[in-house]
């Protein structure tokens, strides 16, 4: 593989942003355009549920690189552009509107997306939090006085919690698992930060999972859960932060589908890197 090639990077999140920065800081010579579905450049998510919520910080000040970074490395960014399919017998990307880029050598940084519930309908008043499009219609709704119901005892729900709190929500927490924060941290350390959420207000439960949630325009959201009871929230906002999934789309590659996927980190931010004859990415190790 040479570095004078072209280098084709799909997804604009912390990932991709900053293999296009470790691909020039390493030598790398050929051209790198970056394809990020979003509506703005490459910005940073921890923020988004916590200061952006708050309001302590705009989506501008959670950008990794601002535009002269972009241009004095020669990195071609383009924003609100999707993909629709990888031609790998001609190496060409397909976008939504019709383009075709073509590469020598592609990374797949698409990252996770959350999980959603198989419901018969999403409510409004129902959130996903993952861009900084959904913060901002979950900073609408934190509102004094409000109730709110966060689906999923991970860092996100709790931070959201907290979040939620701090702007005069009444706020319950659902988790399914028995503690929460399973797979993160030992059990001492999320009691620890279960019991900090339940003295600021958090009213936190387990063991508890959701089944079904209705709902009306006046903002009412009824939740049945597993044990068979039925909750009432009036005027409650509901954030389902219950996990996340690789993030990627069935793309046919000529004949075939992307061979071979696995979550990895690259250079601080996690991705998805998807290894074939035709894809590239840096080694992972």
Same mark, same amino acid.
């Given at each position: 593989?040479?570095? &004078? ?30 394809? @990020? ?16 919520? =708050? ?25 609100? &552009?999707?993909? &629709?399919a990888i031609n790998r017998e001609e190496r060409k990307v397909v976008l939504a509107d019709g383009a075709i880029v073509g590469y020598h050598r592609l990374l797949i940084a ?8 198989? =419901? ?8 996903? =939090? ?21 689906? @999923?005892?991970?860092?996100?729900? =709790? ?50 999972r959701i089944t079904r949630m209705t709902g009306d325009t006046r903002g009412r959201h009824d939740h049945s859960l597993r044990r068979g009871c039925r909750r009432h929230w009036?005027?409650? &906002?509901? @954030? ?46």
């Amino acid at each position: 593989m040479s570095s &004078t090639d072209s280098m084709v990077i799909v997804g604009g999140g912390q990932c991709g942003a900053r293999a296009a920065h470790a691909l020039r800081e390493n030598g790398w010579n050929g051209a790198i355009t970056l394809l @990020g579905n979003e509506a703005m450049l490459p910005y940073e998510r921890p923020p988004l549920s916590k200061a952006v919520l =708050l309001g302590q910080r705009t989506a501008d000040q959670c950008t990794i690189y601002d535009k002269a970074f972009y241009r004095d490395h020669r990195i071609d960014v383009h924003v609100d &552009t999707a993909v &629709t399919a990888i031609n790998r017998e001609e190496r060409k990307v397909v976008l939504a509107d019709g383009a075709i880029v073509g590469y020598h050598r592609l990374l797949i940084a698409t990252g996770a997306e959350p999980r959603r519930f198989e =419901l018969s309908g999403w409510l409004a008043g129902v959130h996903v =939090l993952r861009s900084v499009t959904d913060a901002h219609a979950i900073a609408d709704e934190l509102r004094p006085g409000r109730r709110i119901v966060v689906i @999923g005892a991970g860092f996100i729900g =709790l931070e959201v919690a907290s979040t939620a709190v701090a702007r005069g929500c009444e706020v319950v927490v659902l988790e399914a698992a028995p503690r929460a924060l399973m797979r993160a941290v030992p059990e001492v350390v999320a009691d620890c930060l279960v019991e900090r959420h339940r003295s600021m207000g958090v009213d936190v439960r387990f063991s508890v999972r959701i089944t079904r949630m209705t709902g009306d325009t006046r903002g009412r959201h009824d939740h049945s859960l597993r044990r068979g009871c039925r909750r009432h929230w009036r005027h409650a &906002t509901c @954030g389902a932060c219950a996990g996340r999934r690789p993030r990627y789309r069935e793309w046919h590659c000529g004949r075939q589908h992307v061979a071979h996927q696995r979550s990895s980190h690259l250079r601080g931010g996690r991705c998805l890197l998807i290894f074939s004859s035709a894809l590239w990415a840096p080694d992972p190790s």
